[in-house]
């Protein structure tokens, strides 16, 4: 078998010498016409970069045609281009090696025959140097825990088994509360078999992250998974942290959507249809002080016990909304927080008040405003919350002395705390409260609760109402 050589990348000929006696150059067949000839064509399977033997034979009834020129070619993009030439040996073939791509469809070749006068022209049929798959591994570097509201940076690195690297796409993913992976984003690695990520994390993404990355197989590499890596986000703000024992809250409420855009962000508007259709025949129903038109819906951001910002939203009188407004940002900017913000329709209707269900949402340590319902354990008196100028905040931490007991607890009566439990009018929050005009009314005799002055909003001094109880 006759080896070529030629300076080719990727290609490597090496001539053999072949002690047979060749055919006279330009010998063959008596007859005018010239004899048919089958060209073949076998090569070998391996790895990707390594070297592919092809063995091309030229043959006449079966019979070795020696000494004739024969081409070998590679298809590259889908054209044929020959990628070294020369004479079969007294066995009619040539041996070339050529090295393996690592796309399959580039390791395609045929070896070709143009015929002369004694020997007719022949191809070979299209032979593949099929590939072996190497082994791979794929690492990710991801930072033990991130500040929420950040980019996690992290680093991939794609290798064979023996070191070489690999470069390809590699999805990025993200394991779901219920198990499941979901991608994220694809990237690709570079020559190098690195690529450095900023992967932004969806919004409203809080405690943590459980991510991988997979990259599938290749022609010539096998796909390869890497180890699961846990990132805890942090929150940007300080979590609310009470003494052990502490009671909870005994509704639990869901996370609210994280906050939109910077600050407090706060929007005032007009009810809208579908709020309004919650609200009816819960915070509202006719004989009501006030009207649709006279209420607002305002949505605003606020820092969470859990040190997150969140985004919440309550209804107050269009007289009242503006000051409510600007208390909150107050709270916002000082980081004082609010452990929930729905509207109070969100807890159903209550008989006992006729209106929203104060109750629930006291025992959620929901902050709220209107609510046309009446004193919470005084049926028939009217609460404050009517008019849409009362605020609730902090409902829990802040109980209220009804005339019936403390409601929602007794615990908080004799206990405060520096961010979210205030007793005197010299807290932060109370503080924040009367610079935009909202009075502690009633003191600690129903801490939660804030009135939007009338007049010139002049606070006042806490005082109280309704006889041995509180308005509330």
């Known amino acids: 078998m006759r080896r070529l050589t030629a300076p080719l990348v990727g290609l490597a000929l090496v001539l053999t010498s072949v002690p047979a006696v060749l055919a006279t150059a330009g010998a063959g067949p008596a007859s005018a016409a010239p004899a048919p000839t089958e060209m073949t064509l076998v090569a070998s399977t391996g790895y990707a970069d390594d070297p592919a033997s092809l063995e091309a034979t030229l043959t006449s009834a ?17 054209t044929w281009t020959t990628i070294i030439s020369g004479p079969t040996d007294a066995q009619g073939g040539i041996l070339v090696t050529a090295t393996r791509r690592r796309d399959a469809d580039d390791n395609a070749f045929r070896a070709r025959f143009a015929g002369d006068t004694a020997y007719a022209e022949s191809l070979s049929q299209t032979a593949t140097a099929g590939l072996r798959r190497r082994s791979s591994e794929l690492g990710l570097h991801a930072p033990a825990k991130v500040r929420f509201e950040r980019r996690v940076e992290l680093s991939l690195r794609w290798r064979t088994g023996g070191g070489q690297p690999v470069a390809g796409p590699v999805n990025l993913q993200r394991r779901g509360a219920k198990g499941g992976w979901a991608t994220l984003r694809t990237v690709r690695t570079g020559d190098a078999g690195r690529a450095a990520v900023k992967l932004e994390l969806p919004s409203g993404t809080t405690g943590a992250v459980v991510l991988r990355a997979q990259a599938p197989a290749m022609d010539w ?117 609010i452990r929930a913000m729905y509207r109070v329709d969100r807890f159903g209707y209550n008989a006992r008040l006729r209106g929203g269900d104060d109750y629930k949402s006291m025992a959620a340590d929901n902050t709220s405003a209107f609510n046309c ?48 439990a205030w007793r005197s009018a010299s807290h932060p929050v109370v503080r924040a409260m009367a610079r935009q005009g909202l009075r502690w009314t009633y003191g600690n005799d129903d801490a939660q609760h804030f009135d939007v002055a009338t007049g010139a909003g002049r606070v006042i001094a806490p005082r109280r109402v309704c006889g041995p109880a509180v308005c509330h």
């Open 373 to 420: 319902r009446s004193v919470v354990n005084r049926p028939g008196v009217r609460s404050p919350h009517a008019s849409g100028r009362a605020l609730d905040v902090n409902t829990w931490e802040n109980p209220y002395r009804s005339a019936t007991g403390p409601v929602p607890n007794s615990y908080w009566l004799g206990h405060s705390h520096p961010r979210v």
């Open 62 to 78: 079966g019979a070795p045609v020696a000494d004739r020129e024969v081409a070998i070619q590679r298809r590259v993009d889908g």
């Open 221 to 337: 590499v096998d796909g390869a998974r890497s180890p699961v890596r846990r990132v805890a986000i942090t929150p940007p703000g300080e979590p609310v942290r009470f003494p052990r024992g502490t009671p909870r809250p005994r509704i639990s409420l869901p996370a609210q959507p994280a906050a939109v855009g910077t600050g407090a962000n706060a929007v005032i508007t007009p009810i809208p249809d579908a709020v309004w259709a919650d609200m009816v025949g819960v915070s509202w129903h006719e004989g009501c002080p006030v009207g649709r038109a006279g209420l607002r819906l305002l949505r605003i951001n606020y820092w969470g016990f859990d040190g997150y910002r969140h985004r919440g939203e309550l209804v107050a009188a269009t007289t009242a909304v503006d000051n409510m407004a600007r208390a909150l940002a107050d709270m916002q900017r000082l980081k004082l927080p």
